[in-house]
């Protein structure tokens, strides 16, 4: 009974950290249409963002967000008008094979300026205290309480400002969006830019409880394109569900299946993606854009 | 290019048919050269990713499906003749070196049935509904054969008889390579062909015009799966050891994409000649850039698909070649933008 | 199209010819000069990919002894005379393919007379199956899985402790001092395999309770699910089997879930002076196996004691020597005892000379079994004990006792 509290709740914070790190995926996707596979990359960027300033400067990585969210967003704004812009109007596969590129490339240029040593940001209070008889990991707790933060935040900014309903005008019909004097082009590279910061912010979150290596994005990716695939395109809430079942998903089977409990969970999210794919394809729950199938 | 174009047409006014000739009769008396082992080794895994490359453009660049996981057929072709050699020889074959020819096409058959079960959901899906479920069939896959231990050994993999002969590997991949290449050009000019070109362009339209889609879309997959399977079979005999983490590598599926998309998307001679080039850049140039020759291959991709969408066929080549790319590089299809109207 | 399939075939032909020269100048010919004699060695070490690392570490080892033996110990002696050895190294980008080629490359092109290992138990795997084909002595000091031994081959022979035998001391260390039951937690690969089979076996060995074993993926990024099973089993001992990634993975998942057992045994990591270096102090009590320590009391003619040789490093390459070099240098070191003492190049004398081979070197002793790998060494247990590292066992090389029980996370 105490393992399955504890299980449960490992998986909350697990599924919490997912639903975080799947939002700038999940965006882009759904204002843009652009899939971006280089989104585990974006993370690793984030995680060893948090560990130069944490190494060089001493920052704690959650104060470091301070830095690295407006410094990533600038990133995916350039990013955004030389790159991405150009494939944004173009089919999918375009954009699937440009951001695919990226992602080689980034890694492999992280590769060599950083090594493929693992790193890893070690704060001081990355401990734990009881609740109830559950142990309670203080910095995982922070991320999952941080999660919510920045959903809640960005929930509200999509909602209630002039900016996130220009978003979501273009998200939703492009062509009207222009019509009513929405600037898409100016709208994407903005979405882009905060997609991209999201992202980062995500990466440099688990600094404190991941290694850190360059070739560390590809299965956050995977996840994504898992989580998105349950909750639905673009939602919040969706991001939210997929992320909880995932962690949920991997964290019980791990615990409780003997012996390969872990092997199971990981190769469970991923027949979970086909499937939800095969016999649900718009998700869970709907998004900006339903996922069509013929 | 215009000048390039110039140069192209003197040669080729002068005896298209001897240089190939040439070509084919250097390729089958190499071996009598007596080449060192080195030399035919790389000349047979060139062969092999030249072969894995025009089956990834059958479903990928003529059907317009876009396998984002088709090196899953590769390890299960692999697999197959893993466990056929090492876990269950003594019941269904003669003996470590007879056994491999009889494990090929099981192999390759294995793999074909695979892209059938898996084939009949996703290829119902678009666009990148497809490649997504693909890309995500391969990973499961892996992990999957992590699981199957008493069969696969796990994540240590299994070792095969180390029975290597380089000459025997040369000629079957030379053989394998042709057969496969031949019959991509003749699907390309069958009416089957022309009706995987028509699913491309406008999928529903197809449909309306009488084509059964589903069956033609599964023929193409399962074609392209057998030959993949058996290449990956012949590899693991070859490499004398598989493990999930050798056979199960994106690097493979990115290679076919990548060859595919450099020599012309959907063309019969675009993915040999991607292969070729890429194959001779990572050997003969990249080896000297160290730690940086992957980093300029993403490069190198978002160039290409940037700029060079048609690859060298279709930019080259003569204008009525229906490359992919110049389809991609007008913008939408038609099949996505109906989609993207409705939404 | 005809244009087309003329193009191509232009190319193709032009392009078998610049390959076609390109291979063979590719290699370094052969010893230019007959009055030198000169023995070629050959070896595919990752230096890009994702063993570029260990692979840098290999190959220091490699080029130490080369530049001893030729310029310090005046060339191997065969018979009466004095051989330069000309190593010739590749980079076999962590690819088996590459692996497989290159080595094929050394054997038919560049004509070496023997080979020295790749640096992973995956690539030797590929690599010493192409040695066997021609016929080709490989010594190899990184590849330490026992499945490498089982495939019956002649030629292939390891200087290092094999996989199985890691946790030996380790685990002999916290029975002495009283730990009772074990859990054990490996990365389902290859070495980490056979690592945990090794660890359950001396296990029970040692009478210690195997509670629960647990396998997990290649690159996991979270592990709490195995660890808060075992927190439930409330161990004396926890074995973990991986890599690097994975120690780092363990101890702050341990230190997070507050898992305390009263010993952690973490293979590859804590023996590496990074582990502490990123972890601080959440690395200390942690034990981890070690192949070879500059502390330890082993001692050859050739390269002095062990804390000689790692000078020796320090001075060619400005940093402290890790197993995986020394195990390298040992390697090609057993090389050159087994042709001096065969006394001819002749793959069947070396052979004979390398089974019969009895020495103890820097490294530790050496004497092959019938399966190719070196049964003579134990293997040694380091402890991380205030943020340096520490060889606790074998008694010979022992700097410090083990700490045992270790303190719980919260009374640190």
């Not at chain 2, 993949?228 to 690097?251: K, L």
Request: with cysteine; charged share 15%.
């Amino acid at each position: 009974m105490e393992l399955l509290l504890q299980a449960l709740f490992n998986g909350i914070l697990l599924g919490g950290y997912y639903a975080v790190m799947v939002l700038g995926f999940s965006i882009i996707w759904g204002v843009m249409g652009v899939i971006n596979l280089a989104h585990g990359e974006f993370l690793m960027i984030g995680a060893y963002g948090a560990w130069v300033l944490f190494r060089v400067f001493g920052i704690d990585p959650f104060l470091s967000l301070a830095i690295i969210m407006p410094v990533m967003f600038g990133v995916g704004y350039v990013l955004q008008r030389v790159l991405i812009n150009r494939v944004v109007e173009r089919p999918h596969l375009i954009s699937l094979l440009v951001t695919f590129g990226l992602s080689i490339a980034l890694a492999n240029l992280f590769n060599v300026i950083f090594t493929a040593d693992p790193r890893t940001v070690p704060v001081s209070y990355n401990g734990s205290f009881n609740i109830l008889g559950m142990t309670v990991p203080i910095v995982k707790t922070m991320i999952l309480g941080l999660a919510l933060l920045i959903m809640f935040a960005l929930h509200v900014f999509l909602q209630r400002t002039r900016l996130g309903r220009s978003i979501r005008a273009a998200a939703q019909n492009k062509n009207a969006a222009r019509i009513v004097g929405v600037e898409v082009g100016r709208v994407y590279a903005i979405t882009f830019g905060i997609a991209i910061a999201l992202t980062a912010a995500a990466g440099a979150m688990i600094s404190p409880v991941a290694p850190i290596f360059p070739f560390m994005g590809p299965p956050f990716t995977l996840k994504a394109f898992t989580i998105t695939a349950l909750g639905g395109l673009g939602r919040i809430p969706g991001a939210l569900l997929g992320g909880m079942v995932l962690g949920l998903v991997e964290t019980l089977l791990a615990t409780f299946v003997p012996g390969v409990g872990t092997n199971v969970g990981i190769a469970a999210s991923f027949v979970l993606l086909v499937l939800v794919l095969i016999l649900r394809p718009q998700g869970l729950l709907q998004g900006l854009r339903p996922m069509e199938v013929e | 290019m215009g000048f390039l174009r110039r140069v192209w047409r003197l040669i080729s006014a002068n005896g298209g048919i001897y240089s190939w000739l040439t070509l084919i009769a250097i390729l089958a008396l190499y071996p009598l050269l007596t080449p060192s082992g080195a030399a035919l080794l790389t000349a047979t895994q060139l062969f092999m990713l030249i072969t894995v490359s025009s089956n990834w453009n059958l479903i990928g660049g003529m059907t317009g499906y876009v396998d984002f996981g088709h090196a899953v057929f590769f390890g299960i072709g692999a697999y197959l003749m893993g466990i056929l050699v090492t876990v269950v020889p003594d019941y269904i074959l003669f003996s470590p070196q007879l056994g491999f020819w009889q494990a090929l096409p099981l192999a390759g058959l294995g793999a074909m049935v695979f892209a059938l079960l898996i084939g009949v959901p996703t290829l119902r899906l678009k666009g990148p509904y497809f490649s997504i479920a693909m890309l995500g069939t391969f990973v499961a896959m892996r992990e999957i054969i992590r699981l199957l231990k008493p069969f696969t050994g796990g994540g240590e993999g299994l070792d095969l008889p180390p029975v290597l002969n380089r000459t025997r590997d040369y000629y079957f991949m030379l053989i394998f390579m042709g057969v496969v290449v031949a019959l991509m050009w003749w699907i390309r000019r069958s009416e089957f062909g022309h009706s995987l070109l028509a699913i491309r362009e406008d999928e529903v339209g197809a449909e309306m015009r009488g084509i059964d889609t589903t069956r033609h879309k599964i023929i193409a997959f399962m074609i392209a799966a057998f030959f993949t399977g058996v290449a990956g079979a012949f590899w693991a005999f070859q490499n004398t050891y598989i493990d999930p983490d050798v056979v199960f590598i994106e690097q493979r599926t990115v290679e076919m994409v990548m060859s595919s998309m450099l020599g012309g998307l959907g063309t019969v001679w675009g993915p040999p000649l991607g292969a070729f080039i890429l194959y001779m850049l990572q050997d003969l140039v990249w080896a000297n850039f160290y730690n940086l020759h992957l980093f300029i291959l993403g490069v190198l991709l978002i160039f290409i698909v940037l700029f060079v969408p048609e690859g060298i066929i279709g930019t080259l080549g003569d204008r009525s070649s229906t490359s992919l790319g110049r389809l991609l590089s007008r913008g939408f299809n038609r099949g996505e933008r109906t989609m993207e109207e409705r939404a | 199209m005809n244009k087309i399939l003329t193009l191509i075939a232009i190319l193709a032909i032009l392009g078998g010819v610049l390959a076609a020269c390109a291979v063979p100048g590719g290699g370094e010919a052969p010893a230019g000069g007959e009055e030198e004699k000169v023995i070629l060695i050959g070896a595919a070490v990752s230096e890009t990919g994702k063993y570029a690392r260990e692979g840098g570490d290999t190959r220091k080892g490699y080029l130490l002894w080369e530049e001893w033996v030729n310029n310090e110990y005046g060339g191997i002696k065969v018979g009466d005379e004095r051989y330069k050895v000309k190593l010739i190294m590749y980079d076999d980008e962590g690819d088996p393919d590459t692996a497989a080629k290159l080595t094929e490359k050394l054997i038919t092109e560049d004509k070496v007379h023997f080979l020295l290992g790749p640096y992973s138990s995956g690539l030797t795997k590929s690599a010493s199956a192409i040695s066997e084909k021609y016929n080709m002595i490989m010594v190899e000091g990184n590849g330490a899985s026992e499945s490498l031994f089982v495939r019956g081959f002649k030629n292939l022979f390891a200087v290092l402790t094999p996989a199985g035998n890691y946790t030996e001391s380790g685990l002999k260390a916290v029975a002495d001092a009283g730990a009772k039951s074990v859990v054990i937690a490996y990365e389902d690969t290859a070495f980490p395999t056979s690592v945990a089979e090794g660890a359950q076996k001396w296990a029970k060995e040692y009478g210690l309770e195997v509670l629960a074993v647990e396998t997990y993926p290649k690159d996991v990024a979270d592990v709490s699910g195995i660890m808060s099973k075992f927190k439930d089993l409330n161990p004396d001992v926890f074995v973990g089997g991986g890599h690097f990634n994975d120690a780092l993975l363990f101890i702050r998942s341990a230190k997070e879930l507050n898992f305390t057992p009263k010993a952690m045994i973490i293979t590859v990591g804590p023996s590496n002076p990074k582990l502490v270096k990123e972890l601080g102090a959440d690395a200390d009590y942690v034990i981890g196996p070690t192949q070879w320590d500059r502390t330890m009391s082993y001692k050859d003619e050739y390269f002095g004691t062990a804390e000689e040789y790692a000078q020796r490093f320090e001075k060619k390459w400005g940093e402290e020597p890790t197993y995986q070099a020394a195990e390298s240098t040992a390697a090609a070191l057993a090389l050159q005892i087994a042709i001096e003492n065969a006394g001819s190049l002749d793959t069947d004398k070396v052979r004979e000379a390398l089974n019969a081979m009895d020495v103890v070197t820097f490294y530790g002793p050496i004497k092959f079994d019938e399966t190719g790998k070196n049964a003579g060494k134990p293997m040694g247990a380091i402890q991380i004990q205030d943020g340096d590292i520490v060889v606790i066992a074998p008694e010979s090389a022992k700097q410090a006792d083990l700490i045992y029980p270790m303190p719980p996370w919260d009374q640190r």
